[in-house]
């Protein structure tokens, strides 16, 4: 038999084999046989994008699914409870999870602890709803609450309340007219006025100012919206006020730049009298203090249809500084910044006011009387017996306390401050002065101690060239009153001349120099017109012991 022939195959070299043998200790695997190499080799499978994020949605879906399913169930576990639903509220009170009677309670109480909000954008003010003549019926509005998402609103109406929130409109009690009358109350806070244009003082110089818009609460249109729907605007617990804008009278002060400059270049001065104790105060604001104090009003008068003025402000803030008394003495601001606003207005710098008196208390001391008290005090004793109508004055006791008066009633018109007369009843003479310099010098004859001259501090009155006194049948040439011996009293104690009586007889022409009149200050016939003719009304007179 013949055998096939068979592939040759070389022997293995004794190198390749050791060399294999090496690669086998050292890990390295053998080369591959070119039929291995053929074979196709196996990719692991791998995740798509799309795989990805289709599995990603699908989760999110569930999610939500869930938390729709759980949403769901608490609004049900909440309407079988008769709950009112979450994010349900009123008069901005959150009422979510509650029953109708602790909603009720809740509105209730929120109502009249917390009040009601005036609003005007990011202003507001807290007022009692009742002071409006508003009121809450908190079971109405409980009641409405709890209906929504029930018969109002529905399941969509109730996932809204539940997302977002509902505001209910609240059940009011509105008194349309209280609101109305609180409201004028309140423009007092409410209203911003506008402010003109002025002019400050930059650098040592005056500068224009801008002028700004102002704010005025319109009542009315307020008024309106309330009548039309005032639970609407009540429903968040505030009342939005209707306010108009208020345009300043003058927008452009410059103008006026160089006139204030001019009266810029000194400080303002103040000088206040005390008439009834003849002193003077002064007070200075520099340059720099008063200049703030600056603004323009219009002046049809001006050519340039602009005067410059002062705010009310500034200048009632320094005469407050200024003049702080330790005493019963005191400014009347009011008055006194307008007689600083005139003194700008005819170009000064400087003006007069006056300083006034308070009323003052007393205790009686041992062996007092009201004619004694009246002495000392300078006051005639019928304004210390009206200041306290309901004491008996005839029965004073030790330690009683007396109101007196002002002494300021005595000095009704407005003082001369250059001129003063002095009447001593001890020395039975007068003294007028002028500028602190004495011009008149005379021997006077002041009351009988049964009807005496009353001591105080006075004032020139009246002037009548030959006054009548029909109580004593009296005629009283160059006649000037000084005081009334009460108030509310005709009858008037002043400077005379001799008297007639019948037609030409002097009476007391003898008599100068001693106690003789029934009140009055008797002076000779010369002296008497000269006093009528210096002693215009407003000079003080000040009758001393």
Not at 220 to 238: H, K, V
Request: proline share 8%; charged share 15%; with cysteine.
């Amino acid at each position: 038999m013949q055998r096939s022939p068979q592939p040759y195959t070389p022997p293995r070299s004794p190198k390749r084999r050791q060399s294999r043998r090496k690669n086998a200790r050292r890990g390295v695997p053998p080369p591959a046989s070119p039929q291995a190499a053929r074979q196709p080799r196996r990719k692991k499978p791998r995740m798509r994008p799309k795989t990805l994020l289709m599995l990603g949605a699908g989760l999110s879906l569930l999610l939500v699914g869930l938390c729709v399913v759980s949403l769901l169930a608490g609004v049900g576990l909440l309407y079988a409870a008769d709950r009112i639903l979450p994010g349900v509220s009123s008069v901005g009170v959150s009422l979510g999870s509650l029953d109708e009677a602790e909603a009720a309670d809740k509105l209730a109480a929120a109502w009249v602890d917390s009040g009601l909000l005036l609003r005007d954008g990011d202003r507001s003010w807290e007022v009692n709803p009742a002071d409006l003549g508003i009121g809450l019926d908190a079971a109405t509005t409980a009641a409405a609450a709890s209906e929504w998402g029930r018969s109002e609103g529905g399941i969509p109406g109730a996932l809204r309340a539940i997302l977002s929130g509902v505001e209910i409109d609240p059940a009011l009690t509105v008194d349309l007219n209280q609101i109305a009358v609180f409201l004028e109350s309140a423009r007092s806070y409410v209203d911003v006025p506008a402010g003109n244009a002025g002019v400050e003082l930059v650098n040592g110089q005056a500068v224009a100012t801008p002028a700004s818009e102002g704010r005025a609460l319109n009542i009315s249109a307020t008024i309106e919206l309330m009548r039309i729907d005032a639970a609407g605007e009540l429903a968040d617990g505030a009342l939005n006020l209707v306010m108009d804008v208020v345009y300043p009278a003058v927008t452009d002060s410059s103008p006026l730049v160089a006139q204030a400059n001019a009266l810029l270049s000194s400080p303002f001065n103040v000088d206040a009298y005390d008439p009834i104790r003849d002193e003077w105060l002064h007070w200075t604001a520099p340059p720099e203090m008063w200049a703030a104090w600056l603004t323009a009003a219009p002046d049809p008068g001006s050519p340039t249809g602009l005067a410059l003025t002062m705010n009310t402000a500034g200048p009632s803030a320094f005469l407050q500084a200024s003049g702080s008394f330790a005493d019963e003495r005191t400014l009347r601001l009011d008055d006194a910044v307008v007689t600083m606003q005139d003194a700008l207005a005819r170009g000064q710098t400087s003006t007069v006011i006056r300083v006034w008196h308070n009323t003052t208390t007393y205790a009686v001391r041992p062996g007092q009387t009201l004619a004694s008290i009246a002495e000392e005090v300078g006051i005639p004793y019928p304004y210390i017996q009206a200041e306290n109508p309901g004491v008996n004055t005839d029965a004073l006791s030790v330690g009683q306390t007396l109101t007196l008066p002002s002494k300021d009633v005595l000095v009704p018109l407005e003082p001369v401050p250059h001129k003063r007369i002095i009447v001593s009843r001890s020395q039975q003479h007068l003294w007028a002065y002028e500028s602190g310099q004495v011009v008149f010098d005379w021997v006077i004859s002041t009351g009988l101690p049964s009807s005496p001259t009353a001591l105080g501090t006075f004032q020139v009155q009246t002037h009548e060239l030959n006054a009548y006194a029909d109580q004593w049948n009296l005629y009283m040439p160059h006649f000037m009153g000084f005081y009334h011996p009460g108030p509310n009293m005709d009858l008037m104690n002043g400077f005379h001349g001799f008297p007639t009586r019948g037609g030409g007889y002097l009476l007391w022409s003898g008599d100068l120099g001693h106690p003789v009149t029934y009140g009055c200050v008797l002076l000779s016939l010369e002296n008497a017109e000269a006093l009528y003719n210096w002693a215009e009304d407003g000079v003080v007179v000040e009758v001393r012991g």
